[in-house]
C-alpha cells in the first residue's frame, strides 16, 4: 500500500514513474523507497522535463549530504541517542530513520511537502522504526534537544536557518555539500566525507563532498565522537 502511495505522488511529476527499494551506496544500512531509474528508457520528454523542474520530488531521490548525515549518526549513536530530534526538511526520512535507529527517545520529521511526509513514514516502516511527522516548522515540539539538516543550504537565501537551529535547540547536526564556507563560527566542522545522490544525478564533483557540522552541547559524546569533534 506504501508503495502505491508513492507511486502515484510520483507519477504526478513523471507518468512513467514508480519507486523501488533500494539502499543508498552511501548508507548502505537503511532501506528506502526512491525512484527506480529502470523506468527511463530513453530521455524525458520535453513535458516530462518541463514537469521534473516545475515540482521535483526532492523525496524520491536520497541526496549526498543525507546518506552522509545518516551514515555518521549511526557510527555515532550518542549524539542523538536517548534525545528529542527534530529532522529539518527531511525528504525520504533518511536522517530521521537513523535517528531512531540510533538509539534517540523521539524523532520527529518536518517537510512542507506532504508527499515527501508519506515517504518518511513508509521509509521508517520499512525499517522498523517509528517517526513523528510535522508539516510546519512553527508547529514543532519546543522542547527539541537536537536539531538535524541535510542539503537545506543549496539556496544562498537559506543561510539565516543556521542561526533558527541553534536557537531552537541546544545541539545542531548539519550536513552540506554546497557552501564550502557556513559564515558561523558556532558550526565546527567534524568531517568530509564523499557521496552522490542515489539514484546518482550526475551532479558537479564539488557537490559530491560532504561537510558535516555540529553546533552546540557536546555533552554524552563518545571517544571516537571526541576525536572527531577535533578534526
Known sequence: MSEDCL????????????????????CERIALYLFDPAVLEGPLSHDEAQAVVAEPAYWSFCWASGQVLANWILDNPLWVKGKRVLDFGSGSGIVAVAAAMAGARDVIAC????????AVHANAELNGVSVGLCSDWADRPRDLDVVTAADVLYDPDNRPLLQVFRQAAPRVLLADSRMKVLGDHAYCKQTVIEARTWPDLNEFEEFNQVRIYVAGTTSGETEAGKKDWKK
Open 111 to 118: 517537510d512542507i511537502d506532504p508527499a515527501a511526509l508519506e
Open 7 to 26: 507511486n502515484q505522488h510520483l507519477r504526478k511529476t513523471l507518468a512513467r514513474g514508480r519507486v523501488a527499494v533500494t539502499r543508498p551506496a552511501g
